[in-house]
């Protein structure tokens, strides 16, 4: 079995900056694609932004130049910096990896998602 775990949610003012966190664990043979996706209330949870194996990035048009995505290959986990941040991006935000267990299958895993705020 494989988790991913996130941390670093709360609350933060418009403009701020938050570093979320996501750990992976488990039977992992390896680790592809890592991602965080974001749910706001009522809406549809979207991309934010996303990592491949070779280090390329993706990122929403509204998180780019804002957020930035990398990894930490030894310890398997991936980080989610982000700047700027205003109101509309109060939102649950989800981690997201497509792994390779011991048992050679491959899943897509989802975190159990923490909340960030974006408030005055």
């Not at 011991?102 to 005055?120: E, N």
């Amino acid at each position: 079995q494989v988790q991913l775990v996130e941390s670093g949610g709360g609350l933060v003012q418009p403009g701020g900056s938050l570093r979320l966190s996501c750990a992976a664990s488990g039977s992992i043979f390896s680790i592809g694609t890592m991602a965080w996706y974001r749910q706001g209330p009522g809406k549809q949870r979207e991309l934010a932004a996303s990592i491949a194996t070779g280090g390329s990035t993706n990122y929403a048009d509204s998180a780019k130049g804002r957020f930035t995505i990398s990894t930490d290959n030894a310890k398997n986990t991936v980080y989610l910096q982000m700047g700027g941040l205003e109101h509309e991006e109060t939102a649950v935000y989800y981690c997201n990896a497509d792994v390779r267990n011991t048992a050679r299958t491959y899943l897509t895993v989802w975190g159990q998602g923490t909340l960030v705020t974006v408030s005055s």
